[in-house]
């Protein structure tokens, strides 16, 4: 089965290293996160993102359900591109790009997800109508928030 896809790209009015500042300290994503995910922390993140890295925390990313999640930096090329993955938690596969190019006015911030659901019955459905309209619906608060915050 090929992994699911999801795209969302914004253009921030800030410049790149503004942008790469703010989205490589994971202590932000509690700002961009939705409050009814209850994000937090399981152990205090580093502030400097390195390849390599990892950290935990848990969220209630569906139904209020809490889960653990152990997120890796697998790769980083300073200001333009760097990516987490899931290590544990509730995908199979949760592979997250976060890609950073400067634009006339500002810096276009494009998040390219690549993922794949537990093994279930009519996994094809269950994406279609509970997780890809939720991830839809993260990524909308993120972007009002990231509006917001760089306004």
Known sequence: MLP?????TQILPVKIDKAWEFFT??????LITPPNMDFKFLS????DTYAGMIFCYTLRPLFGISVNWTTEI????KPYL???EQRFGPYRFW???????EVENGVEMRDLVHYL???????GLANKLIVAPRL??????RQNSLQKLFA
Do not use: G, S
């Open 82 to 84: 760097f990516v987490d």
């Open 74 to 77: 697998t790769h980083l090329q």
């Open 25 to 30: 300290d994971p202590r932000n994503l509690p």
């Open 44 to 47: 205090e993140p580093h502030t």
């Open 136 to 141: 839809r619906k993260i990524f909308d608060f």
């Open 95 to 101: 592979h997250h790009q976060h890609i950073f190019k």
């Open 4 to 8: 699911y896809k999801f795209e969302r």
């Open 117 to 123: 659901l537990p093994h279930i019955h009519f996994t």
